[in-house]
Each structure stands twice: as C-alpha cells, then as structure tokens.
C-alpha cells in the first residue's frame, strides 16, 4: 500500500502577514521550522491522501525544481517527526518527560571516578558560575575565612564577571590562574577547613556532567580531569554516588532535544542521535585498538547519516532505517584504505591543524607580554606545539607517528574509556552537527598522542608513561572545546572522513 504523508495533528501551520504559510510549529516540542517555496509546496499536499511519490511530482511541478529538492523537503519533515508516523517513539517520550516529575538517570555501566589530589581541576578554568546557594554558603563563612585560612588574606573571595543575558554572575576568585582557595598542598581550602560540602557544587560534582534528554537524564565523565587514566579507572562507581551527586543537579531542567544537522541542508530530530550514541560508545566494549576503535566510531557514523539522508519515502521511516543501520555488524571502514582517500586525508588533516594553530596564535604568543599569566597561556603553547607536530607529520606524508607510542595496552584503555564518555555526552556535537564533533574527536586523539609523544622526547625516553598519556588526554580535551577552534572544526567537517582516513599512520 503506498505512504501518504500526512501533517501530525499538532504542528500549526503559521502565516505571515499577507497569509502565505511561512513555517511550521511543533506544538509537542515548542520547534519553529521555517519553510522555503518547495517546503510550502510539499506542506500543502501532506493531506493523508496523496502518494509520497505524487506529492513529490506535484510540488515538484509548482515550486519549478527538479524532483529531488522536492524528495528531500519531504524526507527532512520525516526526520524531524512532524509526519504521522516518523519518529513515534521520540514523541512518546517527549510527552512522557512533560508529564513525569522526575527523568531517570543513565549512565554507562562502569563509569566511575577516583581522585588523585592533583588540584589541577582548581586551574586555568573558569570557575563558576555559582549558584545563589553557593554564594550564600561561601559568603557564611566570611567571617572564618582569614582565621581557618590566614594566608587568604581578608578577601574578597568571590568576583562578578558579565554574563551574556541578564545580571552578572558570581565567579570564584582566581590568582594567577589558580582557584584562591587552592592550597600549597593543591587540596581545596574549603575543604579542608570546613568539609566537602562548603565547597560550589559544580566542584563536588566535578568531573560529571549531565545532560537531560528524552530517553533520560545522562550523567556521564567530562573527560577533562588532568588524571584521567587514573581516576576513570578507580574510586567509586557512579551508581554508587547517585545519592551524593543527583542533589547537586538543578531542580529544574529543560530537555536537551536540538534539531541536528546531518550536513549543511538536511535536519533531523535529536532522538535518532541518541540512539547512534549508544551503538557507538559500545563499540569501546570490544577489544580493540583505541585507533581501530576511533575508525569504527567513524565508520558507523557514517553509515548511519548516509542512510538517513537516503531513507525511502515509506511508513516508519525513519526509525526503520535507524534500525537496520545500529543492527548491522560494524564493518570495515569503507574506502578508507584507498591510497587516494589517504593523501587527501593528510592534506585535510595539515590543513585544519595549521588553521587551528592560526587561530590560537595570539593566545599563545602572551606569555611574551605578561609573565604573571604563564599558567593561563601555558595550555595554550602547548596546544600549539602539538598541533605543529601533527600538521608537520601530516606533511611528510610518510606514515611517521607521532612521537615515541605509549605503551599500547595502556594507552589503548585509556583511551577506549574517554573515547565512551565522549560520544556518549556532549562531545559529539559541535553546533549540533555531529561530523564537526566527530573531527574535533578525531583531532584531539591526534594531538593527545603529539602532546605525550613530546614529554616522552624531553626526558629521553622511548615510550610515553602513564603520566604522558594523561597530559596529552588533558591538552586535547580540555583545549578543543573553545568557540574559536569550533568554528574551524566546522568549516572542516565534512572532511571528516578524509582525516580518517589518514588517522592510522600517524597513531
């Protein structure tokens, strides 16, 4: 029987002043997708009646376009969910999460987290914004302050910085980059003199984050403690401190479900993302390589945006489609080992290592200026010297890695923990397209492996150590997430691929 596409009852159409449809509102979802002359061509047609292959033809004939402009307005209404029938099940669980008090908590099963005392967490970031709860406490015990703590000095211990909207927020104080609670000793001051629970909650919660979605609240490891090859692999497991950690969360939480973008032209509704995050933090379970796993990453990303920028005009797509992808077994990467693919993967991958590096360059050159400022720009000349590595060993074309290899069992378990968190969070999107996160993914594990590569070198030795490891693992995560280099990560993502390609000569 053929699909007749049909508007779901609650997306209003909306008009302009003159009366002409303009865009679409997704009551459900409180979603406003304009329409060009070939969308509101399509929309005028998804009465139910009519054959997909008929709305097609029709809106094809009046909007003037070839029948594929046509095809592929009408395949993006199916991924966005507003055709009955597409995408039913993250619309279940949107109406299910405005109705219930509570999301439930997903994790990754064996996530946990074991501190090691660096303090390195307490530096070169911004620390806040607090919360009115945490100004409150901290502002409490003002008064105790320069007695528990005499070498603090009388204070202020709090500064306002701007913020984007609305009135300026609350920040710890910093010196030189570092927290002005942080001890000689690199604990917390707070701490120490007055229990964990004087401390901001975001440093408590400290490395989770969390991120509200349709299928739950997702409390995963942001990847950016300067000890990560330790601390993901002891301490307490995160179902263990649910009781500790879901307190600190805000009370209120609005649903994280974006539109994202399978290339420049073509939307689809987070739901289906977050089913693909789960099929490829899995693909860390398996033994494997850290790069063999990275490229497996790859390959099913690929796999799966191609099939639904792709998916048949028929009923239950395109969840039927998601399906048949996430089921298949993983496969070799397709094409990559082609010597052409290769050497355009070089070229890509020296390119947006040099861009990259253009881009910081003014950071990085400070520490000239302003020595006081040495532990903020560090990271910076740092990021630089690494990313010079690899755009120098992308140029050499010559499959020479990046400096003296970890120990690999290691660095390959290392690494397989950090690469599940990451696709499992945030770290995937870059401006919702999930090829600039994947990039960003990819070029980070390149620059982590320069940046231990280059410590190995200064002390002579012929494999980087576990110590290495993390401050290459800490460099890449914790510098590649800054708006200035996501705007090169996006400008470079559809070549994604290429840089894949050549990823396995160089780690």
Partial sequence: MAFCPCLRPEVGRVTGEDGALEALHDGLLDRRVGLGPVGRAVVARLDGRRPSAEVIAEAAAEAGVPAQEAEHALRTLLLMGLVIGAGDWVRERAAQVRAAATLPVLFLEGTRFGCQGSGDCCQSYSLGPLSDEDVARIEALAGELPTALPQLGPGPYLEARPGLEGPPRWYLKTVQGRCVFLLETRRCGLHVAFGAGSK??????????HLPTVLGLKLYDGCECACFGQSARSG???DDELERVLPLLPAVQEVHHPLVWLDDRTPCDYGHLLRLQEAMAALCEREATATATLMAQ???????????RQCPMEAGEPDRTVERVLAEEPGPPGGWADERAVCAGLAALAALAGELAEEIAPSAALADRSPAALVSVRPYQELARSLDRVRAAAERATGEA????????LWDEVWRLSLRQQVFGHRLLVDDRP???????????????????????????????LAEINAGHKLALRMLHQPALER??????ERVWEVLAALPLLR
């Fill in 200 to 209: 901001p909650g975001f440093c408590r919660l400290y490395p989770y984050q």
């Fill in 236 to 238: 307490p497991f995160v």
């Fill in 298 to 308: 790859g390959e099913l990303l690929r796999r799966f945006l191609g099939a639904l």
């Fill in 402 to 409: 990046l400096g003296p290899p970890a120990e690999v069992p």
């Fill in 435 to 465: 090829t600039a996160g994947f990039l960003r993914i990819a070029l980070g594990y390149l620059v982590a492996a320069a940046h231990a590569g280059e410590r190995a070198e200064a002390r002579g030795a012929a494999c980087a150590a």
């Fill in 488 to 493: 090169v990560f996006l400008r470079h993502s």
